[in-house]
């Protein structure tokens, strides 16, 4: 059995990771001793599954792992850490201070594979977090990078923007198949980035547990899990559906003489795009340890996984990109909205009021200082973004791709709108401005990913655009209520 994989020459992590993610669920209703609690982590290291998986948000988790580390220096575990900041401005001290405070937690010298968690993509922050970890990772402090809950346009766009990321942590189960999307296929093959999976058992539900039961009220769920992965069902099409591919795979399982949870996730973890599925753990109160071992021994037959995918097609695809159950309505979280991951998202932009019936957004970029113009203008109830490239304060985005440098524009546009009180669903006409025809499908298609269902008029040519640079420019025009 194959227990470790590389995800590049110098990070090799465990097939199967251990999360502690039901560390915080575990302190709502009780003090825990990381101290005490970390010793709880020897079975696990004992039996070959020496990746943990943890967050700023975990509760003690990183704790419980620095006194693991101190009390077994000898160990060799490879740790896995994530920085959730709140929406909003991200600056190079903010982020010196979250990655210092792990690593003091942690007791390392270093961090193995750091992943960042963004709210808010129009506002740019995201790319400043970013660019501000990989200077942490030029230093040593940070061995590599790595994101969780990103889409392939946004993965796109950091790739190509010159981040080093090596892998994307994102829900992936047979009730949730976004990961196999074209778009992360195709982004995740060019540039070399594989997928870490959780939620493979889904909080549990994926387990004989659930299996020919009643379906359970939201209130009646014990668990954060629980209560996440319940919306899963209801978006995936329901009860009805949930236990009919329950039943299917639990046919496989015992063909293989394996438990429900242990075909689902051999399921996930045999698609090529994945390099480790993560499995949660309660620390002290259930391990799952010989169960997890029983995952790397099945070998699931053609007809086996046939027979899965076909059961997929009768459910409802999840909506949205992978991590858009983060970012939009529906939201897939334990509570079903944001509440209790932040209070709001910050303007992106400067606002000033020109007139009574006018206002403008600025970015603050010199062109707009000495061209005398806005990022965007309201008047009444009138929207005009102007002419919009891929420039972040003094960097370019998106380097040479065309597609991605679309897609960071978009995102600027979305923010400026927002921020004079409308919606993307407000525009009703785009303009596109293109240096190379050869881009112009490319540019299309990601202009369609972010217009789906909105579909307003459009202008595309090809132009002389200032600047190099830039292969795409682009204004748009809304009207807000």
Not at 68 to 73: A, T
Not at 122 to 129: C, E, K, V
Not at 153 to 180: C, E, F, K, M, Y
Not at 428 to 455: C, M, P, Q
């Amino acid at each position: 059995m194959k227990t470790q994989t590389s995800l590049t020459s110098d990070l090799k992590i465990s097939r199967i990771i251990t999360g502690l993610w039901q560390i915080a669920d575990i302190e709502r209703n009780k003090k825990i001793d990381p101290k005490e609690y970390s010793r709880t982590l020897t079975p696990y290291v004992d039996a070959g599954f020496t990746t943990f998986d943890m967050a700023d948000h975990y509760g003690s988790s990183e704790l419980i792992l620095g006194h693991f580390n101190s009390e077994n220096p000898t160990s060799n575990l490879t740790l896995l850490t994530k920085w959730v900041p709140k929406p909003g401005p991200v600056s190079r001290n903010m982020v010196k201070e979250a990655v210092h405070l792990a690593l003091k937690r942690l007791k390392r010298p270093n961090i193995d594979l750091l992943q960042y968690h963004a709210w808010h993509y129009p506002d740019p922050s995201w790319i400043d977090a970013l660019c501000y970890l990989k200077e942490l990772k030029d230093e040593g402090l940070i061995k590599h990078i790595g994101v969780t809950n990103f889409d392939a346009a946004h993965l796109r766009i950091a790739l190509t923007s010159g981040i080093p990321i090596v892998s994307n942590q994102i829900s992936h189960s047979i009730l949730d198949d976004r990961a196999r999307s074209k778009e992360m296929e195709e982004v995740c093959k060019k540039f070399n980035v594989k997928l870490i999976a959780y939620g493979v058992v889904m909080g549990g539900f994926l387990t004989q547990k659930w299996l020919g039961k009643s379906e359970p009220t939201q209130e009646s769920l014990k668990t954060w899990s629980e209560m996440k992965y319940k919306r899963f069902i209801d978006a995936s099409g329901g009860w009805e559906g949930y236990q009919n591919i329950l039943g299917i795979v639990d046919g496989i399982a015992r063909d293989h003489n394996a438990s429900i949870a242990n075909i689902c996730s051999k399921f996930v973890l045999d698609n090529p795009m994945v390099s480790s599925i993560i499995i949660g753990a309660r620390l002290g109160e259930s391990d799952h340890i010989k169960e997890n071992t029983n995952i790397l021994s099945i070998d699931l037959s053609d007809a086996q996984r046939k027979t899965i995918e076909e059961a997929q097609k009768s459910l409802k695809a999840i909506p949205g990109n992978c991590g858009d159950e983060y970012r939009k309505t529906p939201y897939l979280t334990a509570s079903g909205d944001l509440s209790h991951h932040y209070k709001k998202i910050p303007k992106v932009f400067d606002q000033a009021a020109l007139t009574k019936q006018r206002m403008s957004v600025s970015s603050g970029t010199k062109w707009e200082s000495i061209a005398g113009y806005s990022r965007a203008i309201k008047h009444k109830n009138r929207i005009l973004v102007s002419g919009t490239t891929a420039t972040h304060r003094d960097m370019l985005i998106g380097s040479n791709d065309a597609a991605a440098q679309t897609y960071f524009i978009l995102d600027k546009i979305e923010a400026a709108i927002g921020d004079l009180g409308g919606s993307l669903s407000d525009v009703v006409r785009t303009r596109i401005y293109i240096k190379n025809l050869s881009d112009w499908e490319s540019v299309a298609k990601a202009h369609g990913e972010k217009f789906i269902g909105i579909n307003p008029a459009n202008t595309m040519v090809k132009a002389g655009l200032i600047g190099d640079e830039y292969l795409v420019e682009i204004e748009a025009e809304a009207e807000s209520t």
